[in-house]
């Protein structure tokens, strides 16, 4: 009996040893995983300052539409169109400009695509000319020219005249035969986009072949990627095309065709993506700014077609020209 109280009496000294223990050990700080928090309030202010600056430097430089500008895709290589276009106001010194001509006033400003006007044998068959046509030229810079009308080919600082070379045989009556009738498609459709009277649209003056490449500038006209106004450069300018003759990522990187809503103050990019018998159009005033991307691998082929409704500022046919001043078989 006498063992049995002793005992008890050890089992409950032990117990309340433990407890005091415990109550000790809750008392301490718990060690952290990963090292002691920010004890100050300016500590932990300055630690959620880092996080945000973390988190905007990494959208800044990670985001496609950097410089606070919004992005969006008009026209992708990879989708093909019928017709796709945005409207755009117009810019008051191109309507008071084309409202001298009646018969050639748009319903609206716009930019367009279509990627069913050009067959793709008629898209490989210019871009073979073309090919033939540039393998003559010698270009300091990455941008070849050739005027189908003139004859003018970049060679170094200046052009030459293929129609006029040493070389004979490469400009083909099949050549200048489809290169007439893409033009005529093409000028019919911006007719019926812009509801136009179409003998009131006439072809004007630059309309050429392009190819970009990715080597280095050598003067002001290899720089093809500063925004610009086409109506500002080329007064004769109303409506302007383009045929491309290479696909984006494919054949090229880079290049893509760039609209901006502002040419001073741009926030917001439309973007067309080259695609092998893609035509883009749109009408040439300050409603309309854009530029191209510089090319970075690869070789960009299109072609530039114009259209005036000044009668004055009208060109020939090339096929007509050409057959008068340089026969061809």
């Not at 008009?74 to 191109?94: E, F, T």
């Not at 990627?225 to 086409?230: A, I, R, S």
């Amino acid at each position: 009996m006498a063992q049995d109280v002793k005992y008890k009496k050890k089992q409950e000294a032990k117990l309340q040893n433990t407890s005091s223990k415990n109550e000790d050990d809750a008392s301490k700080p718990v060690p952290l995983r990963y090292g002691p928090l920010p004890k100050l309030k300016g500590q932990r202010i300055f630690s959620r300052i880092v996080v945000v600056i973390s988190v905007l430097t990494y959208a800044w430089f990670f985001s496609p539409t950097q410089n606070n500008k919004k992005e969006t895709a008009l026209a992708l290589q990879g989708y093909v169109y019928q017709s796709r276009g945005q409207s755009v106001k117009c810019d008051r010194a191109y309507l008071e400009d084309i409202n001298k001509y009646p018969g050639c006033i748009p319903k609206k400003c716009a930019r367009m695509i279509n990627d069913e006007i050009v067959t793709q044998s008629e898209a490989d068959i210019l871009l073979w000319f073309a090919k033939r046509a540039m393998s003559f030229a010698k270009p300091k810079g990455g941008v070849t020219i050739m005027d189908l009308h003139s004859g003018a080919l970049t060679y170094e600082d200046s052009f030459i005249n293929i129609y006029k070379t040493s070389e004979q045989g490469f400009v083909t009556t099949r050549d200048l035969f489809i290169y007439r009738d893409v033009r005529n498609k093409i000028q019919k459709s911006i007719a019926l986009a812009f509801n136009l009277d179409v003998t009131k649209l006439y072809l004007t003056h630059p309309t050429f072949f392009s190819r970009m490449t990715n080597k280095e500038p050598q003067n002001i006209h290899d720089e093809y990627w500063h925004p610009h106004v086409d109506k500002d450069t080329y007064d004769s300018f109303h409506y302007t095309s383009l045929l491309y003759l290479s696909d984006h990522n494919i054949d090229f990187v880079g290049g893509r065709f760039i609209y901006q809503d502002n040419l001073q103050n741009p926030k917001e990019n439309v973007t067309v993506e080259p695609r092998k018998g893609r035509v883009s159009f749109f009408t040439s005033g300050a409603e309309n700014p854009h530029f191209v991307e510089r090319v970075t691998e690869g070789e960009r082929y299109a072609i530039t077609i114009s259209f005036t409704c000044d009668e004055t500022k009208k060109i020939a046919d090339p096929f007509d020209a050409v057959q008068h001043a340089h026969p061809v078989h």
